[in-house]
């Protein structure tokens, strides 16, 4: 069984400072992990993906990811948040089967 | 061109009734999904498809049945809709099945009432 625990429900964040969204995950083999962005009203996208291969994970818009098995942890960073950032964030670990199981999402909030 | 798509984007309807949501990927991919957002944007699968076969049946009510046409088509169709049903459904595809990433749809908000 795998399972993931984003441990943050919002973050409010001023623009232009760092963002650290925070993900711990649980499955009993190497796992696949994942974040995706939605914004409001919108369907989901993809910002980076680890699939077992360097353990720093760069993505989009300037976010990455750094996997920990030591932690069992695969957080999401930006060093300076954009305006645009301000939306739902969604740590997402998958099975061989790519049966998805997501978190319960980071709501980022953003300040001029 | 969108990767994507699905109809409608908003669909209101009333208890007992009948419905379907139709999914198309351009994409040339051999599996495709259907996820539910709840009120609390909790996402969970439903179904997935390989090339047509099920591979992904989730504990779903049902009277939620999928249909593949074809590898590019996902349809969910929705008997006698009750208030719990209503949600954001999404579609999504992968290159093959695995840990590979989805492209999601832009969602079907559903209402019933």
């Known amino acids: 069984a795998q399972s993931v625990t984003q441990l943050d429900s919002h973050v409010s964040v001023s623009e232009g400072t760092p963002v650290l969204l925070r993900c711990n995950y649980s499955s009993s083999y190497s796992p696949s992990l994942f974040w995706y962005v939605q914004h409001p009203n919108k369907g989901l996208q993809l910002l980076l993906k680890y699939t077992s291969a360097a353990t720093l994970v760069k993505g989009i818009n300037g976010f990455e990811a750094e996997f920990k098995k030591s932690e069992t942890s695969f957080h999401l960073t930006k060093p300076s948040a954009h305006m645009s950032d301000a939306a739902e964030y969604f740590c997402?670990?998958?099975?061989?089967?790519?049966?998805?199981?997501f978190g319960a999402g980071t709501q980022v909030v953003v300040t001029p | 061109d969108t990767a994507v798509s699905q109809t409608p984007k908003y669909l209101v309807t009333q208890m007992g009734n009948d419905k379907s949501i139709k999914c198309e990927q351009n994409?040339?991919?051999?599996?495709m999904y259907w996820y539910k957002q709840d009120s609390k944007k909790f996402l969970k699968i439903m179904f997935s498809y390989n090339n047509k076969e099920l591979i992904i049946n989730e504990t779903v009510p049902n009277r939620f049945s999928p249909k593949s046409p074809d590898k590019a088509h996902l349809n969910l169709h929705i008997n006698s809709l009750e208030l719990g049903d209503s949600a954001v459904y999404f579609c999504?595809?992968?290159?093959?099945?695995?840990?590979?990433?989805?492209?999601f749809g832009p969602g079907t908000r559903l209402t019933v009432t």
């Open positions: 997402v670990v998958s099975d061989s089967w790519g049966k998805f199981q």
């Open positions: 999504a595809s992968s290159q093959v099945s695995g840990s590979y990433e989805q492209y």
């Open positions: 994409l040339g991919h051999d599996t």
